[in-house]
């Protein structure tokens, strides 16, 4: 049983810097990918990042200020994120599947966790 939970989230000034965590289980990341994305409000839900084969891929707007990782041993993942601003704001999601790196349509995303706030005031 695939389970996913997040973990990190809070409120933030602008410029300021939060670490998001992903416990998961009933999968390891030799066969699976694991990714974060966000969803602002009144927005589509976008993807953030994704790892697989020990590589971590960015989407434009998070290269250079986010930065994810795994802990194997503890069947984690992270998300380092570095100067914050306000189009920041979202619930933060981790989500995996086989293919997740490629899947383009994320109805099609088999797990999802149930997400953390994020939120950078001014």
């Known amino acids: 049983q695939v389970q996913l939970a997040e973990s990190g989230g809070g409120s933030v000034q602008s410029g300021g810097s939060l670490t998001l965590s992903c416990a998961f289980s009933g999968f390891n990341l030799d066969n699976y990918h694991i990714g974060w994305f966000r969803q602002a409000p009144g927005k589509k839900r976008e993807e953030v990042s994704c790892y697989f084969k020990g590589q971590a891929y960015y989407q434009d707007y998070a290269k250079g200020r986010f930065t994810m990782s795994a802990d194997t041993d503890k069947d984690t993942v992270f998300l380092q994120m570095n100067n914050l601003n306000s189009s920041d704001t979202a619930v933060y999601y981790c989500?995996?599947?086989?293919?997740?790196?490629?899947?383009?349509?994320?109805?099609?995303?088999?797990?999802w966790g149930q997400g953390t706030q994020v939120t950078v005031s001014l």
């Open positions: 989500a995996a599947d086989l293919l997740l790196c490629i899947t383009v349509d994320l109805s099609r995303v088999a797990y």
